[in-house]
C-alpha cells in the first residue's frame, strides 16, 4: 500500500522531467511547416538575424562615434556587453563627404554573439555644431 502512495506521488511529478512528444517514435523539427496552425503562423527568420539586442547596438553606435571623433587613420574601437556577450569593433570606412549639407562618413562594425558572427554597414554624420557624431544608420551588411 505504501509503494502504491509514493507511486501515486511520484508519477505526476515525474510528468515534468520529460519533454512532450519525447515518446512518440517520430518526432517533428520546431520549424516544420506542418506544425503551423490557421491562427498561428511561423517566425520568419532571415540570413540578416544579427541576434543582438537594442543594448548591444547601443555600444557598437557608441564605439562609433568614439573612434569617428578620434578621426585618427586606420583606427578601430572595441565594443563589448558583458551582460550578453556580444562583443565587436568598429573601423571607419574611406574619407569623410557631404550629405544634406553635413559631413560624414561610413564604418563597418564587427559582431560575434554566440554563433552569430557578421558585420554591420553604417553611415553617421556630424550633429548641426560639427562636434559630435550622430549615427544615422546601421544595418546588416549585404556583400555584394
Known sequence: MAALAVLSVALPAGGCSYRLGTMAAKETPRD???DVTGSIQPVARS???TNLTEADLALARNAASDVLTRGQKDASQ???NPETGARGSVTPLASTYT????TC???LASYVRGS????LQGEACRDGQGDAWQIRAMKPWKRS
Open 32 to 34: 516544420d511547416p506542418a
Open 47 to 49: 540570413h540578416d538575424d
Open 78 to 80: 572595441p565594443w563589448e
Open 99 to 102: 550629405n544634406e549639407g553635413r
Open 105 to 107: 562618413r561610413d564604418f
Open 116 to 119: 552569430n558572427e557578421g558585420w
